[in-house]
């Protein structure tokens, strides 16, 4: 009986453990990935937030951008830059990997391996991105925006809680 439970324990462990997020960039394989945070962003008038995912590869990593549009025409283009709390700034080129489905678009970007180790020893501040669109679009809707990462909207002075995401610490686990 006790080796019965024993194994069944072991079993809910390795099923747990092996419950890590996954990351495919167009059909490619799988890559390891952190969960998907959701950044605020104040300025961007159609939703407020961005969904961020980073994912470990065989030559750096993969950053995934995905945010809601008001437009079909509208796509996260141009380079992106990401801001670590240590004010170290880490500049993605635009390589034009791009998917848009349900109201959504998402442009990938390619961290070097130098970047990746930045990424594993400081936690993410802020990404700055650029969404275009057609002349028909909102001008609210397009433009340059700032995410924060930040895990709650608003807080009070009391809470002495950590309110950014641990990106450090998910990416030097991948």
Partial sequence: MNFKLSLL???FISTFASAQQTMSVKGSAPYPA???YTFICEKYAYSG???VQIAKTEKG????LTVSTASDKAKIAGGVYVDLTNADVIACTD???KESADGKTTAYY???PAEWLKLKKTDIYA???IIAGGPDISGNLTGHFT???KVKYFSTAFDKTKKTFDTAKEISVL
């Fill in 49 to 51: 937030e961005i969904n």
């Fill in 127 to 129: 990404i700055r991105f």
């Fill in 95 to 97: 390589k034009n990997v």
């Fill in 110 to 112: 390619y961290f070097t």
């Fill in 147 to 149: 995410a924060y990462s």
């Fill in 34 to 36: 952190t969960q998907e």
């Fill in 61 to 64: 990593g993969i950053l995934k």
């Fill in 9 to 11: 324990l072991l079993f």
